[in-house]
Nanobody
Framework: QVQLVESGGGPVQAGESLRLSCAASGYSRGACAMSWYRQVPGEERDFVSSISSSGLTTTYADSVKGRFTISQDNAKNTLYLKMNNLKPEDTAIYYC?????????????WGQGTQVTVSS
């Protein structure tokens, strides 16, 4: 079974940076893309960024474009999210997600989340 473990969150001041990590273990069939989502308590979980299985395609939410960078180290089975110039509105629990496509089926796996708190 796939396990995803996020780390790297914490309290920071506005304008500072953080790098989140998501360590993956376990086997999943098919091609797997990775993504980051974030959620404020009481609100929906929102898309932040994704990277294709090949690593060649990345996408970002407009709110983080130009400030956040997604990357992955396949040798370490680890996904990263470098967050620069953090703003109070970036405060949320950040989750990584693995989406694996095998034929016509898809499987989704989520991590437990890591809290990011940005104060002004």
């Amino acid at each position: 079974q796939v396990q995803l473990v996020e780390s790297g969150g914490g309290p920071v001041q506005a304008g500072e940076s953080l790098r989140l990590s998501c360590a993956a273990s376990g086997y999943s069939r098919g091609a797997c893309a990775m993504s980051w989502y974030r959620q404020v308590p009481g609100e929906e979980r929102d898309f932040v960024s994704s990277i294709s299985s090949s690593g060649l395609t990345t996408t970002y939410a407009d709110s983080v474009k130009g400030r956040f960078t997604i990357s992955q180290d396949n040798a370490k089975n680890t996904l990263y999210l470098k967050m620069n110039n953090l703003k109070p509105e970036d405060t949320a629990i950040y989750y990584c997600k693995r989406t694996c496509t095998y034929g016509i089926s898809q499987q989704y796996f989520w991590g437990q989340g890591t809290q990011v708190t940005v104060s002004s």
